[in-house]
């Protein structure tokens, strides 16, 4: 059966989880037979967007990039969950505008408890000095104002976040649960 497309966008600051939830959901929607394609911050920076750095410039020219990614899967009848640090809400607004299809997810965590999984050692390179324009650190994170979803991931197991955002996908009619 062939179902509409969406683009599932994870915010959030570094560490707060996006990938892990992303990529468990994906194995589902993927198990239940739907088209999944996951574009991740990491992956698309090393293959789309090498040539580009983290000012607040080079940051709106990566998500423009996804951005067209997004629509073609999206209008192909894609399930896209994108994970993406997305800071500016001014953007991310633009990108629901642009997809249509879109469906914000606030993934939420104290930036304490970030700095403490700091799974890469990202923060610990940050509050040395040895990278600049690093969110939560130097740059900000603008909290989305009216997402979809929020999952808070300092007092949710994983499965919970995973939960919430397939009975979040279930209700807005994009997957049957
Ligand atoms: N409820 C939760 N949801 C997602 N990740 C969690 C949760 N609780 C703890 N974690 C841990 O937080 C870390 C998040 O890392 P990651 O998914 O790479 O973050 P991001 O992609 O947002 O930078 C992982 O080590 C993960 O195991
Ligand atoms: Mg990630």
């Not at 468990?24 to 990491?42: P, Q, R, S, T």
């Not at 423009?64 to 500016?88: D, E, G, M």
């Not at 505008?97 to 990202?122: L, N, Q, T």
């Not at 900000?140 to 979809?148: G, S, T, V």
Request: hydrophobic share 35%; charged share 35%.
């Amino acid at each position: 059966m062939e179902h509409k497309g969406f683009t599932a966008w994870f915010t959030g600051l570094p560490c707060c989880g996006k990938t892990t939830i992303a990529e468990k959901v994906a194995e589902i929607l993927k198990n239940k037979g739907y088209k999944v394609e996951y574009l991740d911050g990491d992956i698309v920076r090393k293959n789309l967007t090498s040539d580009l750095g983290f000012s607040k410039e080079d940051r709106d020219e990566n998500l423009k990039r996804i951005t067209f990614v997004a629509k073609l899967l999206t209008r192909n009848n894609v399930a896209v969950l994108a994970t993406f640090v997305s800071p500016y809400q001014k953007r991310r607004d633009i990108i629901r505008r642009d997809i249509g299809d879109f469906v914000e997810i606030y993934v939420r965590c104290p930036v304490e408890e970030c700095i403490k999984r700091d799974v890469k050692g990202m923060y610990k390179k940050a509050l040395s000095g040895k990278i600049k324009n690093f969110t939560g650190v130097q740059d900000p994170y603008e909290e989305p104002k009216k997402p979809d979803l929020i999952v808070d991931t300092d007092s949710e197991t994983l499965d919970e976040s995973v939960e919430k955002v397939l009975d979040k996908l279930d209700e807005l009619g994009y997957i049957e649960k």
